[in-house]
């Protein structure tokens, strides 16, 4: 425990803070680089005790654990034990692979339960709250992890999670900003005040005790039974039933992550392996670049018109296809294979014309023969073995239902809004879903998480993701893109401005002040609807990438307070 303590925190490199490039300035990045490990996370705190693992003998899986759990510590708008999310691994010998510690529907859950005596979505009901929180997989999915690839004691691999959560971190002006915004709320859900509603100014340190007991019955022999079927599971649930919801003990004892099968395409020459569903990131990641792969984007230029065209129009179509066939596996046949066709895929963009935009009212699902939030975090992880993970892990909304468990020091998420309420009517990030993402007991949610590793000649090239909510697909893949058709460096392509397009609602979503004005206006020209003004920030993406010299370069998103860490 002692070594990793020491060794942890020495000779670490953290990135710097930059502003994403506007098309004007051609400025080259170089993000911070690395000989043998690297990990990159939405905080500086959870790379430098991520790393601190690998420092100390422990795997990137380890790693894993530890920087998972230090974003629960210090980035509890996203972090956390009370929600779930999805990995995506490549081991040094090539071996690939995906977990699923999704949340889950309750089994008390019915198809309309969020909605009104007249039919109608009470939006509320299954965004804060009790009644809005899923069985919450994390834990689970650390300790399956573990199970399979851990190479360190749990004990040891909390170690330096547990005194972060005694000694405290350091609030940023983001921090304070957030909790600031979203005290009101904090107050009325939980009906009194929480360690996070209390007031905070930036350089201020915040001490979760509770949350380092919580973490220290984890690290105790059993700790995955303390937390299903133990003292924590009973607080949860009678935590979560005394604000309106519907968890049960059996919920809770009944949760299991699953591994499953990447979803594994082609783009030119390289091999990406991305997330399978219950995450809709990897199919919807597959058939935009599949739609864009026989144009010449690199002749067309990064985020030029045409660029922006061709993957405007493949976002689109890729997106009306999420709606209608996406959602668990377990539940809804999926047809991966005809989805992420080229055959499909080319016939999708047929009706594709430089000339103008092709309206989404105009655009519905493919035809398939037979066939019946920003409020995430991301990290990536390359360890001195040739380990790669790449790891999205959220509460959904921020802070997730908002309603805090003060007894064990965590919020828990409000994931059950990522179903469809109500086929035909927008979630919380506008996506419009369909009966195969319909509410049914102990069913996974549809989700856009998007943890993503990318081949080269047989060989590890890049891991990346982001949070977003519907913006993280868009975000990963231009980020990718980036690097393979336009030759940036890691830190270069997780910097550059980024856009999207999700099908409904029909418009393209520009970061603000970061595109040419007469882009803009040519778009509007072909009868694109352009939001700049209204537009939010568009994922916030931790990558790393193999240099072509060997060396470890990690891409730390500045649009939060990112930071990469590595030896």
């Keep these: 425990m002692k070594r990793i303590l020491l060794l942890g925190f020495l000779a670490l490199q ?108 009470d939006q509320d009901r ?86 380092a007991a919580t973490l220290r019955d984890l690290s105790s022999p059993g700790g995955r039974e303390v937390f299903y079927k133990g003292e924590i599971a009973l607080k949860i649930v009678n935590h979560i039933q005394e604000n309106g919801g519907i968890i049960t003990s059996e919920d809770m004892a009944g949760y299991e992550a699953v591994w499953r099968e990447p979803v594994v395409f082609h783009y030119r020459d390289h091999n990406i392996i991305s997330m399978s569903p219950p995450s809709s990131g990897g199919i919807v990641l597959a058939q935009i670049m599949k739609m864009a792969e026989p144009f010449p984007l690199k002749e067309f230029g990064h985020n030029s018109l045409r660029t922006i065209q061709v993957l405007t129009e493949a976002e689109r179509r890729a997106y009306a296809d999420r709606s209608y066939f996406l959602g668990d596996p377990d539940f809804v046949e999926i047809p991966t294979p005809f989805l992420t066709s080229v055959e499909y895929l080319h016939n ?106 990318v081949e080269k000649d047989g060989k590890f090239l890049m891991a990346v993701g982001s949070p977003g909510g519907s913006t993280i697909i868009t975000s990963v893949l231009q980020t990718i893109l980036n690097v393979v058709e336009f030759d940036m ?34 778009l509007r020209s072909k009868n694109y609807e352009v939001n700049e003004r209204n537009s939010r920030i568009l994922g916030k993406v931790d990558a790393i990438l193999r240099l072509d010299n060997g060396l470890l370069e990690g891409g730390a998103d500045p649009r939060g307070d990112d930071a990469a860490a590595g030896f």
């Design 14 to 121: 953290l990135s710097c803070k930059t502003t994403p490039t506007t098309e004007a300035s051609h400025e080259t990045i170089i993000g911070v680089t690395a000989e043998h490990a690297m990990v990159v996370s939405a905080r500086e705190e959870a790379s430098k005790i991520g790393l601190s693992i690998i420092r100390s003998g422990g795997n990137a899986f380890d790693a894993m654990i530890a920087t998972e759990m230090a974003l629960a510590v210090v980035y509890p708008f996203a972090g956390n034990l009370g929600g779930g999310g999805f990995m995506v691994y490549r081991k040094a010998d090539g071996e690939i692979g995906a977990l699923d510690y999704r949340e889950k529907a309750p089994m008390k859950a019915t198809r309309d339960m969020y909605l009104t005596e007249t039919g109608e979505v």
């Design 126 to 211: 299954s965004r804060i709250g009790g009644l809005a929180v899923g069985v919450p997989g994390t834990v689970a999915g650390i300790f399956a992890v573990h199970e399979k690839f851990g190479s360190l004691p749990m004990e040891e691999i909390l170690a330096p999670v547990i005194q972060l959560a005694n000694n405290g971190f350091v609030i940023t002006e983001n921090q304070r900003k957030n909790f600031e915004g979203y005290r009101d709320l904090f107050l009325e859900v939980n009906k009194d005040t929480i360690l996070f509603a209390l007031p905070y100014q930036p350089g201020d340190t915040i001490r979760n005790k509770a949350l």
């Design 348 to 453: 999708r963009m047929k009706d594709f014309s430089f000339d103008r935009a092709t309206p989404s009212s105009e655009i519905d699902h493919g035809y398939v023969p037979g066939y019946e939030h920003m409020e995430t975090t991301h990290y990536s992880i390359v360890d001195n073995q040739g380990n790669a993970v790449s790891v999205t892990t959220t509460l959904n909304g921020a802070y997730g239902s908002k309603l805090y468990v003060p007894e064990l020091g965590f919020f828990l998420n409000n994931e059950m809004d990522d179903f469809s309420a109500k086929p035909g009517v927008p979630n919380m990030f506008g996506l419009i879903g369909a009966e195969a993402n319909a509410i049914e007991p102990g069913k996974r949610m549809l989700s856009s998480m998007t943890p993503t590793i």
């Design 489 to 522: 460096g890691m830190q270069e392509a997780v910097t550059a401005p980024r856009f999207h397009h999700q099908w409904l609602p029909d418009e393209i979503v520009f970061e603000p002040a970061s595109f040419n004005q007469k882009l803009l206006e040519s």
